[in-house]
């Protein structure tokens, strides 16, 4: 038997809980809450936090919109002398990385915001080459689940590198450089 899945839409609450305790104490707080009056909790039920509830009818699109483990892209604008790109990035609440880094405080390593930099980049055309290597990277704030950031991608083909920003408002939260060796394919 599959188990049931429900779509949640935390509050700015539970963001705050979410980003403090990791989900599995979010849900353990909503636990006494889940079942209706008089009926037993809702035990076994996989929870899935979302931004916002689907539709009637789309619920299958947004489950498969949430456990997908990439950012949510928006908002592009290409600089047209330049290989560069800027846009929003949305930290998803739900990422596989979560479960191992860590369970009780969700953090997304630096790794996984240099792959989602040159995926982008790559993706939109602002280089080309597969991933060499780090020649440079900074991390001055933790990225956790619900964030919204803007996100610098400058290509230079002629040194073969891809330079990063990740900003929060008017605060740099991570940056670096990436080596970038033989063509795409």
Known sequence: MEQPTALVVPSADGVRALRLGGKQ???A????????AGQPRATGLDLWLVDALPPVGREAEALAEATRPVPMVSDFVRDAMLPSLTCRVRVPYELPVFRGHFPSRPIVPGVVQIGWAVDIARSQGVVNGTFAGISAAKFRRVLQPGMNLG???DGQDERRQLSFEYSLGSM??????????GAHA
Request: a positive charge.
């Open 25 to 27: 104490r979010l849900v």
């Open 29 to 36: 707080a909503w636990e006494p809450v889940l079942g209706r």
């Open 151 to 153: 996100l610098r991608l």
């Open 172 to 181: 740099l939260v991570s940056s670096g450089r990436v080596q970038l060796g």
